[in-house]
């Protein structure tokens, strides 16, 4: 379960590292976006599957999580 809170915390303060959207939070990032990374392929990695999960949470509107977490564990 530790682990479990560590990779939300750092999902929840992960910024784009590149394009459009960079330096910006993943969580602030549109849905669209992810979704046509989708479509295209997520890239390789960490950066990958954090995109995936942030997709999953912005389809199932629970972006609110993110923001608490952000605010009770700023890093």
């Known amino acids: 379960m530790e682990g479990s809170k560590e ?15 960079k330096g910006h939070y993943l969580i602030d990032i549109p849905e669209y976006y992810y ?16 995109m995936i ?7 199932n509107g629970l972006e609110e999580l ?4 952000q605010r009770d564990y700023k890093k």
């Not at 990779?7 to 959207?21: Q, S, T, V």
């Open 7 to 21: 990779a939300l915390i750092e999902l929840a303060n992960y910024k784009m590292p590149f394009g459009k959207y």
């Open 35 to 50: 979704t046509w990374f989708k479509q295209k392929g997520f890239p390789e990695g960490k950066l990958g599957r954090m």
């Open 66 to 69: 993110i923001h608490r977490i």
């Open 53 to 59: 999960q942030m997709h999953d949470i912005k389809i």
